[in-house]
Structure formats: structure tokens, C-alpha cells
């Protein structure tokens, strides 16, 4: 994630969200000018360093599950993406309603 604020400040969000992703410092805006970045938040999708998948809109619609779900297909195929989400969603119930709801849940979906 890159942020046009100060190394120290992204430094202490970072430490005190207990981030699991990379923080970036872009106070002059340099990495921004080179994404051309024409809208906040947007998101960019590296794999191995390389710049292979960008969003091309807002997404005030649909929110970060399907600028996930976009770059995930483009990263890991259509098939891959939607069980990677799958087991991300199946993650969320249990945080939030427990296992066993989540198993009750879980049983439906399976064919």
C-alpha cells in the first residue's frame, strides 16, 4: 500500500494495525505520478514486481471484494480466484459468528 503521507506516520499505522502487507511512503508523490494515479483510493496489482492488473474505476458500487476478486483473476485464473474467496469468506463467518455457525453454512454450499 503507498501513502502520501510521512515515513514515520505510515511507520506507526502500520505497527499499530499490525499491518500484513507492505507499507509504502510516497510523501512527494513520486510512486502516485508514475501509477498516474487519477483516483483515490486505487488499486494496482503486482506479482514477482510487475505491474499486471490496475483498477480502472472508482468501484463505488461494489466495494474492495470485487477490485479483489478482479485482480485475483487476472493474478491466479477465474477457477483459483473464487476459491481463494471462498475460503476467505468461509474465514470471515467464523470470526464473526463462530464455528459452528460457519460449519452450518459451510454444509449448504457444498454440492
Do not use: H
Request: aromatic residues 10%.
Amino acid at each position: 500500500m503507498v501513502f502520501q503521507e510521512k515515513a514515520e506516520k505510515v511507520k506507526e499505522a502500520a505497527r499499530k494495525g499490525k499491518w500484513k502487507v507492505a507499507a509504502i511512503a510516497d510523501e512527494g508523490g513520486k510512486i502516485a505520478k508514475v501509477l498516474n494515479v487519477v483516483f483515490t483510493p486505487r488499486a494496482y496489482g503486482f506479482v514477482d514486481g510487475k505491474l499486471v492488473w490496475l483498477q480502472k474505476g472508482p468501484d463505488i458500487y461494489f466495494g474492495v471484494v470485487s477490485v479483489l476478486r478482479s485482480f485475483l483473476k487476472v493474478a491466479k485464473g477465474e477457477a483459483r480466484a473464487e476459491k481463494l474467496l471462498n475460503a476467505w469468506s468461509a474465514e470471515m463467518r467464523e470470526k464473526a459468528w463462530g464455528k459452528g455457525a460457519s460449519d452450518l453454512v459451510r454444509r449448504r454450499e457444498e454440492p
